[in-house]
């Protein structure tokens, strides 16, 4: 199974600040890496796909890298709906995987 | 509008079994791969299961081989996860989803909890 890990799994931030979170699979996955963002009581929201592909209605403030095993997620001046937790996912192999996620809070 | 509406979760005891539906709207069902993906309390989102579009092939997380069945009606516009054999950690709510990009999914259903214990 592919592992993908995320760091960090938790960050303080500020609105306006810019962020930046990094997911690593075990090997290589080319470019099959989603980005989602979680917030409680709703379902994900896919913000990325393919590593890089911003999805139709994503602000342009999100914006994926990366490909290979080493990939980041940016969104570039915080605002105030983005505090959530953010998962990364494999889609090159099943059993399909997700990063353990990272929670965004409020500074 | 594309909807997924899940239901069937509830509080069943180790053991049990449980059958989860999830009602598809919006778009033609029988052309998209479909998932179930489930997030345990305080925890992050775990894949489970995955079926075709034709319900000719099916694939599972090793946590729930076995004992959980993915299956579809397209006549119904309906996904299915049969759950045996439940056990404590099964308890989460369990998300479907649809398949857009390759296994990355862009419509999700509201979750429905599942909650196992005695």
């Known amino acids: 199974d592919i592992q993908m890990t995320q760091s960090p799994s938790s960050l303080s931030a500020s609105v306006g600040d810019r962020v930046t979170i990094t997911c690593r699979a075990s090997?290589?996955?080319?470019?099959?890496l989603n980005w989602y963002q979680h917030k409680p009581g709703k379902a994900p929201n896919l913000l990325i796909s393919s590593a890089s592909t911003l999805q139709s209605g994503v602000p342009s403030r999100f914006s994926g890298s990366g490909s290979g095993t080493d990939f980041t997620l940016t969104i570039s001046s915080l605002q105030p709906e983005d505090f959530a937790t953010y998962y990364c996912q494999q889609s090159y192999s099943t059993p399909i995987t997700f990063g353990q996620g990272t929670r965004l809070e409020i500074k | 509008e594309v909807q997924l509406v899940e239901s069937g979760g509830g509080l069943v005891q180790p053991g049990g079994s449980l059958r989860l539906s999830c009602a598809a709207s919006g778009f033609t069902f029988s052309s998209y791969w479909m998932h179930w993906v489930r997030q345990a309390p305080g925890k992050g989102l775990v894949w489970v299961s995955r079926i075709k579009s034709d319900g000719s092939s099916t694939r599972y997380a090793d946590s729930v081989k076995g004992r959980f069945t993915i299956s579809r009606d397209n006549a119904k516009n309906t996904l299915y996860l049969q759950m045996n054999s439940l056990r404590a950690e099964d308890t989460a709510v369990y998300y479907c989803a649809r398949d857009d990009y390759g296994d990355a999914y862009v419509y999700w259903g509201q979750g429905t909890l599942v909650t196992v214990s005695s």
């Open positions: 090997q290589s996955i080319s470019n099959y």
